[in-house]
């Protein structure tokens, strides 16, 4: 058995060995079937775990927990509550950093 893939994508072509197939462009033949998850093929033959997921969950997230705090950040400030508007913007520093931080470990198990 024979497996192709286009290069950076997740699909995979299975072929028979006494099959003729002639690969399409920017495919490669594998080592190996993909595994579960979000892998990509390489110019190498081998899958690698595609990474751009996990930036896509990182931001999805981040955008969520923005949402909530500006929705919380605009309620504190029509009712004109200093201190509660203090402690969003003390949570607002915590979450960028803490986005920074997610992103950096990312790119760093690249």
Known sequence: MKIYA????SQQTIIADNVQ???QENEVLME???PEGDYIATE????????????EEL???Y?????????????DTLHDDAEAMAADKEEMAAL???YDEEYQ????AE
């Not at 470990?105 to 760093?108: A, D, R, V, Y």
């Open 59 to 61: 931001d999805a997230e």
């Open 21 to 23: 197939y002639s690969p």
């Open 96 to 98: 960028d950093a803490w």
């Open 6 to 9: 286009i290069i950076g994508e």
């Open 63 to 75: 955008t969520r927990q923005k949402a909530l705090l500006i929705e919380q950040y605009t309620d």
């Open 105 to 108: 470990k990312i790119g760093e």
């Open 32 to 34: 190996s079937e993909r």
């Open 44 to 55: 190498s033959g081998v899958w690698v775990y595609d990474i751009s997921k996990k930036y």
